[in-house]
């Protein structure tokens, strides 16, 4: 059978602008030839619409544009993911549903079984499972229609509970009692550099374990924090690849299920490439589903800023960045100099604006206050307040978005400032670890210098007091990201950080200014996720514990 995976971009709720994607792709597929096109999971809402699955209208456009696309089904049938009604009375109100349709109406509806509740996704919350299992007979073949996770049984974690069965079924094995000839999966797989070759190896398996051939359809895009990269895939019953489509694009390929020849893969990239595809996506697709088109920033010289611009042009164009220098009597001339170089190689538009007067001017009015206190680290905010105006004022003057620069390894300890440099409509690197940032500066550098050499070799430095450096208060960032990898992505115990090699004191303060810190990170901007465990939605911690 010829089968076309057509790997789209979809906006959460557009139903008449994903509903038009999908068919021009039924459209493509059937003068292509093909005899059934399969997109991804939900969509025709879009993935994940979260509590916009508890609003009626919301679930009836939904079921309208299923029945939209099914007229184009003639002469071609289709696979599309959308919310179901469930009309028994018991369990939860919708199903999560791959919708078979063929000869312009829906022919038949196969439901989710295994939902997911780990990390950033909470299905359970919306979504009855599935009980009941079929293959759908098309043309002669016997096809197997299962969704995400329905393809596995085992949680994606690194961690010990990763080794354990979430699951009681196994819709692979149920569906394997029909001997079906292949086997489709409508995905929403996230991004994750960390764990990327776990979900290919599974695939794998599962199509050698079951010697059925395996389709497999994933979003490609970004909703909010979540970034979809594609890679859909065809694998053969041996659990060989034959078949890959793009990353981090759109893309559409006709395969013929009885063939084997003419293998094409994607090149291998390295896993800061995937990164910088990743964020340059996750920009891009933030401000245009939100209507946006320019951002702002402001450029200090350091390399988190200088990281963060690139992406942004890259992401939006040039034309559509701009940036504030912001020097107080702390910056050092190398500093203005260094982000000066940047702007101009990029080609955007700067303006420098010392804020020290304004600083002055905040302390003087409250000196009256401070009568009697020594300076501290409240004087060094005023200053990251005093930058974070000017650029909020950029913002609303002139309808940018402004991106925050902050790093995870500053975002973990609380290495902010809030309503300071912590600002942002979205924050870029907040899922990228300092020493990762650096790597995205080389790589952004590979082909000539963008990212001036000094931005890159200086130490790290807020530049808020004298000779400051982030070493003052901070373990170097080789220890400082290794210990934070173990705690958060991989959910070790101080005991268990401290058996690898580091001192027993510095582990228990950097964990003590993770969990302090969990106030700040509730405040800050949404976070591009881009590793298996992200601050924001699949990190939920109390704001108020002792542990």
């Known amino acids: 059978m010829k089968v076309a995976l057509a790997q789209l971009n979809y906006t959460i709720g557009d139903f008449e602008g994903n509903a038009q994607k999908i068919v021009d792709a039924i459209t493509k597929a059937k003068s292509s030839g093909a005899d059934l096109v399969v997109f991804s ?17 919301f679930i009836h456009k939904a079921e309208a544009a299923v029945n939209e696309i099914a007229k184009h089904c003639v002469g071609i049938a289709a696979v599309v993911g959308a919310p179901r009604i469930n009309v028994h009375e018991q369990g939860k109100n919708l199903y999560n549903s791959a919708f078979f349709l063929a000869d312009g109406k829906i022919q038949s509806v196969h439901n989710k079984t295994l939902l997911p509740t780990y990390d950033i996704f909470d299905e359970y919350r919306h979504f009855e499972p599935n009980s009941t299992f079929d293959v759908v007979h098309y043309k002669g073949e016997k096809i197997a229609i299962t969704i995400c996770e329905d393809l596995w049984d085992e949680q994606p974690t690194a961690n010990e509970f990763g080794k354990d069965k979430l699951y009681n079924v196994s ?23 960390n764990q990327e070759g776990w979900r290919k190896n599974v695939l794998i398996s599962k199509a050698r374990d079951y010697k059925t051939p395996i389709l497999y359809c994933n979003q490609v895009g970004a909703q909010t924090e979540l970034i979809f990269d594609g890679g859909s ?22 395969i013929d299920t009885g063939s084997r020849g003419g293998k094409e893969l994607q090149p291998e990239a ?44 890259r992401a939006l164009g040039a034309e559509n960045v701009r940036v504030l220098l912001l020097p107080s009597k702390y910056s050092s001339e190398h500093s203005v100099e260094d982000a ?13 604006v010392h804020i020290q007067e304004a600083v002055d001017a905040f302390e003087k009015e409250l000196a009256p206050l401070f009568e009697g206190c020594p300076p501290d680290v409240t004087e060094e905010n005023l200053q990251a ?33 809030l309503y300071g440099d912590m600002n942002g409509g979205l924050a870029v690197l907040g899922d990228v670890y300092k020493l990762d940032v650096y790597k995205l500066s080389r790589f952004m550098n590979k082909d000539g210098e963008i990212i001036p050499e000094n931005s890159i070799v200086k130490p790290p430095s807020a530049e808020l007091r004298p000779d400051q450096k982030d070493s003052d208060s901070l373990p170097d960032y080789e220890d400082l990201d ?60 109390p704001l108020v514990a002792r542990y």
């Open 482 to 541: 290794a210990m934070l990898f173990n705690y958060i992505e991989l959910n070790k115990s101080p005991l268990e950080i401290t058996a690898l090699g580091f001192d027993e004191a510095v582990v228990r303060r950097v964990i003590r200014m993770v969990n302090m810190n969990e106030y700040k990170r509730f405040q800050a901007a949404p976070i591009l996720r881009i590793s298996s465990k992200a601050f924001g939605f699949g990190r939920k911690m």
């Open 233 to 254: 895939v065809f694998i053969d019953e041996t659990g060989e690849i034959v078949k890959e489509l793009k990353y981090f694009e759109e893309d559409f390929l006709l």
């Open 340 to 352: 000066r170089v940047l702007a101009e190689n990029l080609g955007i538009r700067y303006d420098i």
């Open 385 to 417: 307040r005093a930058r974070g105006i000017y650029m909020m004022a950029i913002s609303n003057k002139f309808g940018h978005i402004l991106l925050n620069t902050t790093n995870k390894s500053e975002c973990a300890v609380g290495y902010g400032t």
């Open 270 to 313: 390295g896993y800061i490439e995937k990164i910088h595809d990743a964020l340059v996506l996750g920009i891009r697709d933030y401000f245009q589903k939100m209507g946006f088109k320019q951002a702002t920033l402001g450029l200090s010289g350091g390399i988190d800023s200088a990281v963060t611009v690139v992406l942004a042009v």
């Open 41 to 57: 999971e939900l969509s025709v809402t879009g993935y994940y619409p979260h509590d916009l699955l508890e609003k009626k209208e």
């Open 171 to 193: 819709p692979m094995e149920e569906l394997s009692r029909f001997d079906p000839d292949f086997m489709v999966n409508l995905s929403a797989s996230p991004f994750s550099y």
